[in-house]
């Protein structure tokens, strides 16, 4: 998936600027009309310069947060209830924000309210900042008169968001400090306590057990080579990561992701609880349903099942309905299957959805709540292994001299 920069008039005929990210420049003209935005010009992005104060940003944050986010969805809902001007209301943010990216965009966004543009117009020049769906939501919102409840529910989609993210991240917090401190063991010993055994052993010249001779094979290959393991360890995350940030490499590893054992079931549930969630908020928004799914597509968060949305999306192009298109793609549980063949039965999709959604995050919890003890008999035996290995390989050859001394 590429970035392209686009030139466009609104339905007033305001010239407005952007950049999406899509496949082709077609996807990208055709999710500008289905936007209101007519395309005037639209072209890949050039690749960014790599400058330090780029890098300086990146290393400290200075994107928004989530946290960022949520704050301003609920303070924008607070001052359009309350029925202070926009502009008012967006400079006092902008003054209060401490992010400044977030700060350049709101004094950005007040420009543009004061020049005539529409606030969702002015929220879609910040593609690094608001997504297509906050964007939407609030483009249907301002449209239908309802621009406080579209914040509302804005803030409520990203709350539960950040609900599961935290979640998850306090989850796996266990077991990346218990595989970090394997791998530190690990390395310390092979590198500092066996070199001392090898040095004894050979000096009494007897022959070896199998793992001992295993051992010292490994910690001699790591003094003399370890600047070998560090670079190609280092050249191969690399390419990895470069792999993966391809639309390919991205497609395969999402995939990947939701096949691993104990894992994958959990990041299967939530994609499923954020593509429900992401859905009702459209669907009760008053997106159009095939936009909705497009922007669903973006907000899921995993490109394996964002593409069998997108292929949703194309059934419901066709007519068929949202079940069958659902039924059709191969990826949905039964139950997510179910709920929105009720939803379209008795007109309650976004209610079938938020049910749903509700369940999955739930299943989430209960799964994270278990998951340092599915995981910890894995840990054990691996621990319990190289024990046994370095337990064997130090120990055997002491056990044989002291049984050789007492035949003497």
């Not at 300086?56 to 947060?65: D, F, I, M, S, V």
């Not at 621009?147 to 935290?166: P, V």
């Not at 003890?373 to 130090?394: D, K, Q, R, S, W």
Request: net charge positive.
């Amino acid at each position: 998936m590429a970035t392209f920069r686009y030139r466009g008039r609104s339905s007033r005929g305001e010239l407005i600027l952007g950049e999406l990210d899509a496949d082709t420049a077609d996807a990208v003209a055709t999710q500008l009309f289905n936007s209101g935005i007519t395309p005037i010009d639209i072209g890949l992005k050039p690749p960014e310069r790599q400058t330090l104060g780029s890098l300086w940003r990146r290393l400290t944050g200075n994107q928004p947060r989530l946290d960022d986010l949520i704050l301003f969805a609920r303070q924008m809902y607070a001052l359009v209830k309350a029925g202070v001007p926009l502009v008012r209301g967006l400079t006092s943010l902008e003054q209060s924000s401490h992010n400044e990216t977030l700060r350049t965009a709101l004094r950005d966004i007040v420009d543009n309210l004061e020049s005539g543009r529409d606030l969702a117009g002015s929220l879609a020049r910040h593609p690094n900042v608001f997504s297509p769906l906050f964007v939407s939501v609030v483009r249907v919102g301002e449209n239908s008169g309802n621009l406080e409840e579209a914040f509302l529910r804005i803030f409520n989609y990203l709350s539960l968001e950040k609900d599961i993210r935290t979640r998850i991240k306090t989850a796996f917090r266990y077991p990346i400090f218990v595989v970090t401190a394997i791998v530190v063991a690990i390395t310390i010993i092979t590198l500092f306590v066996v070199p001392r055994f090898v040095a004894f052993f050979k000096s009494v010249h007897m022959r070896l057990p199998w793992p001992t001779r295993l051992i010292m094979g490994v910690s001699d290959f790591a003094q003399h080579y370890w600047w070998l393991v560090l670079l190609v360890s280092v050249v191969s995350l690399f390419f990895l990561r470069r792999y993966i940030h391809t639309e390919r490499g991205r497609y395969r590893w999402d995939g990947f992701k939701l096949r691993v054992p104990v894992v994958g079931s959990i990041i299967m549930q939530a994609t499923l609880a954020r593509f429900a969630r992401a859905f009702a908020l459209c669907y009760r928004s008053g997106v159009p349903l095939v936009q909705a799914l497009t922007l669903v597509a973006k907000a899921v968060g995993n490109e394996y099942v964002a593409e069998r949305v997108l292929q949703m999306r194309t059934g419901v192009e066709r007519g068929e309905s949202l079940t069958r298109t659902s039924r059709a793609v191969g990826v949905f549980t039964p139950l997510v299957i179910q709920m929105i063949s009720v939803g379209e039965e008795t007109g309650n999709v976004a209610e079938m959805l938020d049910e749903t959604g509700g369940y999955y995050e739930r299943e989430v919890d209960y799964e994270l709540q278990t998951l340092s003890t599915n995981i910890e008999p894995v840990l054990l035996v691996i621990m319990g292994a190289m024990v046994l290995i370095l337990a064997l390989g130090v120990f055997l050859p002491m056990w044989n001299l002291a049984a050789n001394a007492s035949h003497l």
